[in-house]
């Protein structure tokens, strides 16, 4: 079993649509992270959380930290919101990575 | 603007050839820099954290001889794949850590290698 799990894999959502990514770990963590990565590669930081919730524009990120589990949340998606989103757990010094989720959006 | 840059963005190189990849922090001194792989519709794989002033430390699996990582300033770190083969061919990423108690992570845009 892997340490982060990410659902689903692969999503695609209409426009405006709310969107919902989630993520289970099993390891005893310091602090979460969501990121975001573009067809380029290139990879943002979007979140680090290490308890309750946090928002930037559309973006919302939660965490419950007793049921080890946390959620991504896009409203009013948008195509440009197309990309790989991946949790990482922070276990001591090192992050470990979930598998991704790809989401396209489509117009 | 960029915290992390990371050059070059794209190399292609023949087998048997060494390439040299670097990561600079351009907006705070960094202690710690951390090199991932990632594989194609994988996730990403930490290889190393490098230590300004000391050795890097590898995960298991990853050989220090085959990739060196060089550390010498608060700025700048360097991976090296050294001998590269057609199967080093990836996508390598670096991040430096967050500021203070942010733990923000900053990646760079990554190098993907191709090795003929």
């Known amino acids: 079993k892997n340490e982060v799990e990410q659902s689903p894999q692969n999503l695609t959502a209409q426009e405006g649509e709310f969107i919902t990514i989630n993520c289970s770990y099993s390891v005893g963590i310091s602090a979460l992270h969501w990121l975001q990565q573009h067809p380029g590669g290139g990879i943002v930081s979007l979140f680090m959380?290490?308890?309750g919730k946090k928002k930037h524009g559309r973006l919302i990120a939660t965490i419950n930290i007793q049921e080890k589990h946390s959620s991504l949340h896009i409203t009013a998606s948008h195509p440009r919101d197309s990309a790989v989103y991946i949790c990482?757990?922070?276990?001591?010094?090192?992050?470990?990575f979930g598998a991704g989720t790809i989401l396209r959006v489509k117009s | 603007g960029a915290v992390v840059s990371q050059h070059p963005s794209w190399v292609i190189c023949k087998s048997g050839t060494s390439v040299k990849i670097e990561c600079r922090s351009l907006d705070f001194q960094a202690t710690t820099m951390f090199w991932y792989r990632q594989f194609p519709k994988q996730s990403l794989m930490l290889m190393a954290t490098s230590n300004e002033g000391s050795k890097a430390t590898y995960e298991q699996g990853v050989e220090k001889d085959k990739f060196l990582i060089n550390h010498a300033s608060l700025t700048l770190s360097t991976l090296t794949v050294t001998s590269a083969h057609p199967e080093d061919s990836s996508f390598y990423i670096c991040?430096?850590?967050?500021?203070?108690?942010?733990?923000?992570?900053?990646f760079g845009a990554g190098t993907r290698l191709s090795v003929l």
């Open positions: 959380l290490s308890s």
């Open positions: 991040s430096v850590g967050g500021r203070g108690d942010e733990d923000i992570q900053y």
């Open positions: 990482a757990v922070r276990d001591g010094n090192k992050l470990v």
